[in-house]
């Protein structure tokens, strides 16, 4: 398939507009152009948001059945173009076409899930006569929707964590203006597509594409913003958080998530597993595997099994069905990668495989070894390699597992009952997958983290919870 070089427009309150400032939007395989899409200015920001004001007032006021029709209409255009979708997934992307498809299908099963959940946003009645006083007074709260809802999103899942945002905000009655990774601009602008051909009243969804460090000041200090949703890095989300002011913020942030395999695990689901979780996305995904924490005995096989399926791994074109893994989405990211993997090994870490740069491209690494005084051992590396340790028992293992400043996932591969129970416990993270790796999600389930990985929950139903607000309704009776 080729893609036609075309100038792409940005939806500023219901009209799809041009600039003679654009981005060029380039594939990271063969930094091929791909399409442009226009550099919004300050001033196109703070028109986009004058429009969102009417744009939450025209949302607020559609019914449900209205917005479940639009959300389930959006979904099937999705579906009967899911080929096109992943495509270009796939193309501005790192993603591999398999990853993409599956990026599309989720993104369908996003928006569906919001509809079913927007008719559940459903208040309570109060028994106010608990309070000794309040005899003679019966009520109960509504949930209503926030106003207009700011969404930032990353680069590596371009399709469905911005139909994360999208779906429930429109789900919950809310105006929402996205402003995607300018790396991957294009998914985001497919998806309001999808929802002007749904028939979204015009001013409810805008899509702003532009320069975050240019732009997204004004989106993220403006009063008219009642929430900020983001999903990216750490640095980004500390600064937003400090300038956000009084607002509500939810903030998806990254990891470096662990894996436990102890000594009763199924080995070949435990190596399987943690290598597609290692490796997915080309290891740019926020509940990747990064630390292994293995039990002595079954260290050594272990570690053979997972060299020998590492390298069993094609790296590639993204667009071939043979192919597991494409390139980083960016050069520069691959340098970063190539950079943290030498800083390692130049402090004793031992290269069991990969560690090679070629472009954009990294070949899937595995270390060990690894001191804890390096970079690679704490923060993030956003790139296909993971590091593998030895462990005594649980107790070090979770203790190892809870030493760093992230905690979104983990995983734990053990047949004991107790033990599973123990990790639960005493993991500091937002979700445990037990006889899985860290890289298990649906969209219905809470997502999100504790420490530096977050703030608040995504998954429908709970991103509705953030995306609205309760008001009281209190009778007082003459009785
Ligand atoms: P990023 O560099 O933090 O960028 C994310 C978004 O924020 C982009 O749209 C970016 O715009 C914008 N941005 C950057 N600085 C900003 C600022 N000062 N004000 C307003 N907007 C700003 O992250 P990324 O490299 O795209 O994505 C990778 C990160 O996302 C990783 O850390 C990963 O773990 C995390 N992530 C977390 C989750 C989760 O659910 N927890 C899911 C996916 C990814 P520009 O593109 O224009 O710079």
Redesign the pocket.
Known sequence: MTVQIRGQKMLIGGKWVGRDEIIEVRDPQDNSLIDTVPAASKEDMLQCIEEAKEGAKIAASMPVHERIRVINVAADYIEENKEKYAFIISKEGSKTIREAQKEAARCIQTLRISAEEARRINGETIPFDQMPGSENRVGYYYRFPIGIIAA??????PLN?VAHKVGPAIASGNAIIV?????TPLSALLLAEAFSHAGLPPKVLSVIT????EI??I??THPAIRMIS????????E??ARKAGLKKIGL????NSPVIVLEDADLEEAVESSVSGAFWAAG?N?LGVQRIYIQDSIYETFQKAFISRTEQYSVGDKQSYQTDMGPLITEKEAIRVEKMVEEAIGKGAFLLTGGQRNGAFYTPTVLTNVPENCQIAKE?I?GPVVLLYPVGDLDEAIQKSNSVDYG?QAGIFTKNIEKAHKAIAQLDVGGIMINDSSDYRIDAMP???VKK??LGR?GIKFALQEMTEPKVVCFKLNQ
Do not use: M, W, Y
Request: aromatic share 8%; proline share 4%.
């Open positions: 930032i999103t990353p680069f590596n899942d964590l402003k995607p990774a300018t790396v532009g320069h975050g460090r997204g000041d989106l993220v983001f999903t990216g890095g750490l640095e980004a989300g600064e937003i998806e942030l990254g990891s740019q926020c993030e956003f979104l997502f999100g983290g990985s977050g995504e």
